[in-house]
């Protein structure tokens, strides 16, 4: 199907195409994409771990452009982790298309990934953790409570069936959704947009997250007001909007991130030392 | 930890969850050090490599950090089966409050950071007032994230099709500081 994009252009470069063999690798991968958490850009490096098959596959030859896709990819990430192998297969075939296409606008790579991960992570949380581990977890209990050692084995096995089988056909469900969208949107032309929605998309859940997953937790009391509930009461959430609106400041000017990094950590110290934390 | 000590201890459930509630409080300090310092490095070593295009070094930066983790919470958890629980509240109760309310603080704020970067990512001047749409939104109407997203997508498709109309063209990349 992405055939189609590239007679147009009638460059004979040699098409670059991904096979089972690098969705299943991902796949494979993909169980330890949660393993190396970290407060700042959380799941960065279990993405970038899990994808690698892909990128070398198609970036094995060109030093450049693999050094602009693993930096694309060590950003912030972070989607519940039974259902994480759909977005990889978006994603991948959004990095086919790219490493295909000259005119693909690789911004719109990461944007598509923001954009999903919130909704994507929404419906998984709820469906694995609101769900399948509540069914498995009460058969596992109610089994271990009459003494049968085969308790927590059910658990488990009720449990993570449905999360490997999830994982793996949403790792090529994912891939042919995303290769069948792009195939689409190219034939007609309506790339551009697909992009500013994303955009769209992307930012309005960065804005919604800013305010439900960031916390300056002041505990400042004043004439027996709490400062927080004033300051939300002005505005909900506005020390995390500025709080952010300052780091992209930072960020802007190219202060390093180690240094921001660095600064944030002091500042919950120092400021629960003088009692404002 | 608790179900170690009833074991050991044939304490009872209640019983040991006590015994091992110091042990949690420890371990959870060392999570927290491991998850922001030592992961963090990680994180920054990734980024130096990706910034050379080395691969192999990124990928590997993954299993080191699972590592950095895996390792000494073992270490630190075995030794403090090992000493007993009341010995673990008395070291905890030798660390400032401060850092332990600190390092919590921090943590609440350093995906803020996160955050930042993505938008630096996407926003162009065109764009921002939807990150504040999606802000407001969360913040004043306490809708979950799904449902913003469901309405951003809804948003989305509208300007899309207005623009298809107007025939306008989107010029990426065009971002100042408007933040």
């Given at each position: ?277 | ?79 403090c089966f090992y000493v007993g629980g009341p010995v673990v509240q008395a070291i905890l109760d030798k660390v400032p409050k401060f850092i332990m309310a600190g390092l919590s603080a921090a943590s609440g704020m350093l995906p803020a950071l996160g955050f930042a970067m993505l938008i630096k990512m996407i926003v162009s001047k065109e764009l921002a007032p939807y990150f504040f749409i999606g802000f407001l939104i969360a913040g004043y109407l306490n809708i979950p994230v799904l449902g913003i997203a469901c309405i951003a997508i809804c948003i989305a498709i509208l300007v899309i099709i207005k623009n298809g109309k107007d025939k306008m063209k989107y010029v990426g990349g065009a971002d100042d500081n408007e933040f």
């Amino acid at each position: 199907m992405i055939m189609n994009s590239n007679t147009n252009n009638a460059v004979a470069v040699k098409e670059k195409k991904l096979t089972d063999k690098e969705l299943k690798s991902v796949f494979y991968r993909s169980i330890a994409y949660n393993s190396s958490f970290n407060y700042e850009r959380q799941l960065n490096l279990g993405w970038a771990f899990s994808l690698m098959p892909v990128l070398r596959k198609l970036y094995g030859d060109d030093k450049e452009k693999m050094k602009k896709a693993l930096q694309r990819h060590l950003e912030f990430n972070n989607i519940t982790p039974f259902i994480c192998t759909v977005l990889f297969g978006i994603t991948s075939a959004m990095e086919e298309q790219n490493a295909n296409d000259e005119n693909f606008d690789t911004d719109s790579i990461n944007a598509v990934k923001v954009g999903l991960m919130g909704p994507l992570s929404a419906i998984g949380d709820s469906l694995f953790f609101g769900t399948i581990r509540v069914i498995a977890a009460g058969l596992g209990c109610s089994l271990a409570l009459k003494g049968y050692i085969f308790g927590p084995f059910l658990y488990l096995l009720l449990f993570n069936i449905p999360n490997f089988l999830s994982r793996y056909f949403l790792m090529f469900e994912g891939y042919r959704l995303g290769t069948g969208f792009l195939s689409k949107v190219e034939e007609s032309g309506i790339m551009d947009k697909i992009f500013k929605g994303a955009g769209i998309l992307g930012l309005m859940v960065i804005g919604a997250m800013v305010a439900t997953n960031v916390s300056v937790p002041i505990k400042v009391v004043y004439d027996q007001m709490s400062l927080q509930d004033t300051i939300n009461g002005i505005v909900p959430n506005l020390l995390p909007l500025c709080l952010t609106a300052f780091i992209y400041r930072m960020l802007k000017k190219d202060v390093k991130v180690v240094y921001i990094l660095a600064f944030i950590i002091l500042f919950g110290i120092l400021g629960a030392a003088i009692g404002i934390f | 930890m608790g179900t170690a000590f009833a074991i050991t201890t044939g304490a009872g459930i209640e019983g040991a969850v006590a015994l091992s509630l110091p042990i949690a409080t420890f371990a959870l300090l060392i999570k927290q050090l491991i998850y922001t310092f030592v992961r963090g490095y990680f994180v920054h070593r990734a980024d130096a490599y990706a910034l050379k295009g080395d691969d192999k070094k990124v990928a590997a930066m993954h299993v080191w950090s699972t590592l950095a983790y895996c390792v000494p919470m073992a270490i630190v958890v075995g030794i403090c089966f090992y000493v007993g629980g009341p010995v673990v509240q008395a070291i905890l109760d030798k660390v400032p409050k401060f850092i332990m309310a600190g390092l919590s603080a921090a943590s609440g704020m350093l995906p803020a950071l996160g955050f930042a970067m993505l938008i630096k990512m996407i926003v162009s001047k065109e764009l921002a007032p939807y990150f504040f749409i999606g802000f407001l939104i969360a913040g004043y109407l306490n809708i979950p994230v799904l449902g913003i997203a469901c309405i951003a997508i809804c948003i989305a498709i509208l300007v899309i099709i207005k623009n298809g109309k107007d025939k306008m063209k989107y010029v990426g990349g065009a971002d100042d500081n408007e933040f």
